[in-house]
């Protein structure tokens, strides 16, 4: 019995030793995961910390160009209303009382309508004798009437001026039956017509005209 208890005393000797100061406790077992949520630490980067860039300011709005506004459209000028034809022809003298003969003509076309400014009145001559029908038959004894188509080929610039001034002159030579241009060009009707800054024009209006019946050598109408 004495040997037995000397090994039991041995045992507790060593267990109280364990236990005493200076020993270190094992670690618990690793037990299962809890849900407590964990926390993450970011470990520092080395070097200087950047400041955030700034946010680009918001592009402002682009102004739209107003509508510019539409401009009217000139209106197409009234026919030449009131005209008048003045005619001057220049004598050649000669000696004293004595008359050698005629020259050339002045002619001045006068109107009263229109006077508006920005208008221009434009004279024409007629290059062609409308004096006869599609059978060759002599129509009124005239070069030329009303309702007759006056295309650009025919008509020949002689003079213009601003509406406001009221009347246009222009110079020509003697000619067979109405006159003829400086360098011969015969003449046989003038026209006028008023003319905007677009150049569209009103109808014409008729100032003088030749006797076709002259040209033809027939009796002329009453």
Not at 152 to 172: H, K
Not at 193 to 200: L, R, T
Request: glycine content about 12%; hydrophobic content about 35%.
């Amino acid at each position: 019995m004495v040997g037995g208890r000397a090994v039991l005393a041995a045992i507790l000797g060593g267990v109280l030793a364990a236990c005493g100061p200076g020993a270190t406790p094992s670690a618990p077992p690793a037990g299962p995961p809890t849900d407590a949520p964990g926390v993450v630490i970011t470990p520092a980067t080395a070097g200087p910390t950047e400041a955030a860039a700034p946010e680009a300011p918001s592009p402002s709005p682009t102004p739209r160009p107003s509508p510019k506004a539409t401009s009217k459209p000139v209106p197409v000028p009234p026919r030449p209303t009131g005209v008048k034809l003045h005619e001057e022809i220049e004598v050649i003298e000669g000696g004293p009382g004595e008359l050698d003969g005629i020259g050339d003509s002045t002619f001045t076309a006068s109107w009263t309508k229109p006077r508006t400014k920005g208008v221009e009145i434009r004279v024409y001559g007629v290059t062609t004798c409308f004096g006869a029908d599609g059978n060759g038959r002599m129509i009124d004894g005239y070069c030329l009437r009303k309702h007759t188509d006056l295309p650009s080929s025919v008509r020949m610039l002689l003079a213009e001026a601003p509406a406001s001034t009221g009347s246009v002159t222009w110079r020509m030579a003697q000619g067979e039956v109405l006159a003829e241009t400086l360098d011969g060009v015969p003449v046989y009707s003038f026209v006028v017509a008023a003319y905007n800054a677009e150049g569209k024009h009103s109808m014409f209006t008729i100032v003088a005209t030749g006797e076709y019946c002259l040209l033809a050598d027939v009796a002329c109408p009453n």
